[in-house]
Nanobody
Framework: VQLQASGGGLVQAGDSLRLSCAVS????????MGWFRQAPGKERNIVAA????????YYADSVKGRFAISRDNAKNRVYLDLNSLKPEDSAIYYC????????????????????WGQGTQVTVSS
């Protein structure tokens, strides 16, 4: 499966962005999906995750109430809406796919995910 992330950019604090992840090669509904981010010199950490059917989501505490993950399995796409952006949200954002059964809990670690996109840069100026 191949993942292609897009939608990043340079914005000001308080602005919004929508990131998109296109899934190809396999039907996206076979995978739980996650968005991770990595700032220079820091570890890659989870931002949000969504179950295969979209009914369950997880958010890192730092983005709860500001970011929203969603998916459209008919279009094989996963989205991350970033609202009320802060300079500390600046990072490369990666989408990832986790091949899990429907009832498995959402992965929160990068090593739990099987496939990765190339990343899209988000820069938030103050």
């Amino acid at each position: 499966v191949q993942l292609q992330a897009s939608g990043g950019g340079l914005v000001q604090a308080g602005d919004s962005l929508r990131l998109s992840c296109a899934v190809s090669g396999r039907t996206s509904s076979q995978y739980a999906m996650g968005w991770f981010r990595q700032a220079p010199g820091k570890e890659r950490n989870i931002v949000a995750a969504i179950s295969r059917g979209g009914g369950t989501t997880y958010y890192a505490d730092s983005v709860k109430g500001r970011f929203a993950i969603s998916r459209d399995n008919a279009k094989n796409r996963v989205y991350l809406d970033l609202n009320s952006l802060k300079p500390e949200d600046s990072a490369i954002y990666y989408c990832a796919a986790d091949r899990i059964i429907m009832t498995a809990p959402l992965g929160r670690r990068a090593d739990e995910y099987d496939y990765w996109g190339q990343g899209t840069q988000v820069t938030v100026s103050s």
